[in-house]
């Protein structure tokens, strides 16, 4: 949908693919196509498999944009949790084929998606903001207690431990690990199964089921425009 994005359709599904850079980072243009490319999957009713490049699904948001001044971190910031609200209520399901690394904002997308699939190896994956001077923004705790195991919230959002696809999976931002070529053929087995679900029925009770999450984000995206989010030294 644009240099950044690409949307490839196929009989019941489509893939979504982000391309940019060594990083894979989230941007305004890759949150631009990605909007794109959801809207695209529900006017052709099909079920989205979102994936990244080879070793990296995203290393987070463009750091150029979060460092350069508190107002262009809360642009971003704030277009990446209206994203994830997005993802959260999208009529349609969404599989993540997590092609590698996924850290800080690519780890939201992970706990913004309804099904998850991650590739053995050394990657890393979770929330690292506190790590790199980010006081964690409202948004992204919300996300994080309604998706992460509990036991684990404290362990990713305070204290920005970082795990192996594995560990990942016990964590709750992964529902199932495989080997690097098994990614994507069972991505589309998931997609398949997927699209088998009753269409209105999925959407009504997804939005049934995360209602008091939904909320809970769009309160939780209003308290960070009143908010510094920035990236201290």
Known sequence: MNEFVTYQPEENYAIITIKNGKANA??????????LCLDKAVAENKVVILTGQESVFSAGF???VMTKSPETAKELVTKGSNLSLKMLSFPQPIIIACSGHAIAKGAFLLLSA?????VEGDFKIGLNEVMIGMTMHNAGITIAKARLSEVYVNRSVNNAEIYNPKDAEK???????VPENHLLPTAIKVAGMFAKLHKKAHAATKLKVRQQHLQELEKAIALDLKSDISINS
């Open 26 to 35: 989230i941007s305004h243009e890759v949150i631009d196509g990605l909007n």
């Open 62 to 64: 463009d750091l150029k």
């Open 114 to 118: 309804d099904y998850r699939i991650g």
């Open 171 to 177: 964590a709750g931002f992964l529902d199932l690990v």
